[in-house]
């Protein structure tokens, strides 16, 4: 289900939605941030300095004992030990990792979290990142990839809710001017100074190998999340094989630097119709809603259910629903919101994109829909029977893993929003964001 509203940034319930979506708005109401049939219950606008760097950074030393302990795909996790072997564990001994998080907003109702290694063992954070705030707008600020700031809800979002942010500044990557490498040295966002890879976390390969030698990371990709809904409560940075398993719906940049393959595509949402990566400018937004199956053979993470103008397409290549303009900002900011409602979740984009100027682009799915359901959709056991329920087996040097009832019946998986780079092993980048909003039902 998919709505696309051209040359304003009007919003319109998505046509064909279940019944309880159908009723009718409430009268339009001129207060800041009112939404027809929805009440604000939360609003973030920024206008009081906020720094994180009154908040001391702590040793995190992952494990059972660890308030960001999950589950096996953690930065310490059994999954890495499979598929790395012993040398997973060397690896992993060469840096400590420091996290801070601090609660801020009215009844401390969004919460910072923060996380950077130590690699040079001098008891700091390397290249730490920051997040402050001033005249009206929040600065995330990320100048190592591995490192991560991400800005989520402090508490469980309720059975229905809209929420959304305002992005007044981006600078995760993409070209600028035409260009993947800036006049500046940077290359995709990222700094030229020293190697950037992935380690020590990977789906596989030599774990053995020094750093310098796992897949460049600049070469790759960098991006952001400007929206999405995680499956845990405590949602913080991690590696990046992590998060692509705790997602039910994200929008989210995947800047990836001069490529030329089949994996990922463009939606020209002006002609309906499906466009090589190199046709777009590497600022595209993926609203992918997860679902069940796995994505990948080696490496957890579910499968995408990708809604654009140009139809829809369960798996495959990665498609871009739009593609933004950041030279525009902030005089033309964009707006993200996600919702639940009546059974379904909604992703919604507003602003300024390419191919048809200023629109607001809607797309929602039923929890269920054709067999497909939307990952960890259940925020209470009796809203699901179990019949999703599945085995994760992993092989590697460090043996067989079975990561068992993976969606079992009497489950339940919180809503929890989170904007901004969770990857600790990816992406590196500034951005600046306002006016995040909680609505419920009216």
């Given at each position: 289900m998919r709505k696309l509203v051209r040359g304003a940034v009007a919003l319109a319930l998505p046509m064909l939605m279940p019944a309880a979506l159908t009723a009718a708005p409430a009268k339009a109401d001129a207060r800041p941030g009112a939404r027809d049939g929805w009440s604000l219950v939360a609003a973030e606008p920024f206008d009081r300095p906020l720094d994180?760097?009154?908040?001391?950074?702590k040793p995190d030393g992952d494990g059972p004992s660890s308030p960001y302990n999950v589950d096996i795909y953690d930065n310490d996790g059994a999954y890495f030990d499979t598929v790395g072997g012993p040398a997973f564990r060397e690896q992993l001994a060469k840096m400590?990792?420091?996290?801070?998080?601090?609660?801020?907003?009215?009844?401390?109702?969004?919460?910072?979290?923060l996380a950077a290694r130590d690699a040079d063992g001098d008891g700091r954070p390397d290249a730490a990142p920051s997040l402050t705030s001033g005249k009206g707008v929040a600065k995330l600020d990320e100048p190592g990839h591995q490192a991560g700031v991400v800005i989520r809800s402090t508490r469980d979002l309720p059975a229905e809710y809209r929420v959304e942010m305002t992005l007044r500044g981006l600078d995760f990557g993409g070209q600028r001017n035409g260009l993947w490498d800036y006049p500046d040295g940077r290359v995709n966002g990222y700094s030229p100074e020293g190697c950037k890879t992935n380690f020590p976390w990977a789906s596989g390969g030599d774990y053995s190998r020094p750093e310098c030698e796992w897949a460049d990371v600049r070469t790759d990709s960098n991006?952001?999340?400007y929206m999405s809904i995680m499956d845990y409560r405590q949602v913080a940075p991690h590696n990046n094989?992590?998060?692509?398993?705790?997602?039910?719906?994200?929008m989210d940049g995947y800047n990836r630097y001069k490529y030329t393959g089949s994996g990922l595509l463009y939606c020209n949402p002006a002609t309906g119709e499906y466009e090589p990566y190199p046709a777009g400018t590497g600022n595209g937004v993926n609203?992918?809603?997860?679902?069940?199956?796995r994505r990948y053979p080696t490496m957890p993470g579910t499968e995408y259910l990708m809604e654009s103008e140009c139809g829809f397409r369960k798996g495959g290549a990665i498609v871009s629903t739009v593609d933004l303009k950041p030279e525009l900002l902030p005089k033309e900011p964009y707006t993200f919101a996600v919702e639940r409602r009546g059974g379904a979740y909604t992703m919604e984009m507003s602003g300024v994109f390419a191919h048809v100027g200023r629109a607001t682009?809607?797309?929602t799915r039923p929890f269920v829909e054709d067999g497909e359901p939307i990952w960890h959709y259940n925020q209470k056991p009796d809203e699901y029977d179990g019949r999703f329920n599945a085995d994760w087996t992993w092989e590697g040097p460090g043996g067989t893993l079975?990561?068992?009832?993976?969606?079992?019946?009497?489950?339940?998986?919180?809503?929890?929003?989170?904007?901004?780079?969770?990857?600790?092993?990816?992406?590196?980048?500034?951005?600046?964001?306002?006016?995040?909003?909680?609505?419920?039902?009216?």
């Open positions: 994180g760097a009154k908040v001391p950074w400590k990792t420091y996290r801070k998080s601090f609660a801020f907003g009215k009844r401390g109702w969004l919460t910072a979290e991006g952001f999340y094989v992590f998060v692509h398993g705790h997602r039910k719906v994200a609203a992918i809603f997860m679902t069940d199956d682009f809607r797309y079975v990561d068992h009832d993976t969606w079992p019946a009497g489950s339940a998986y919180p809503d929890r929003f989170m904007i901004g780079d969770p990857h600790m092993n990816f992406y590196e980048g500034k951005a600046q964001v306002d006016d995040i909003r909680l609505y419920v039902p009216e």
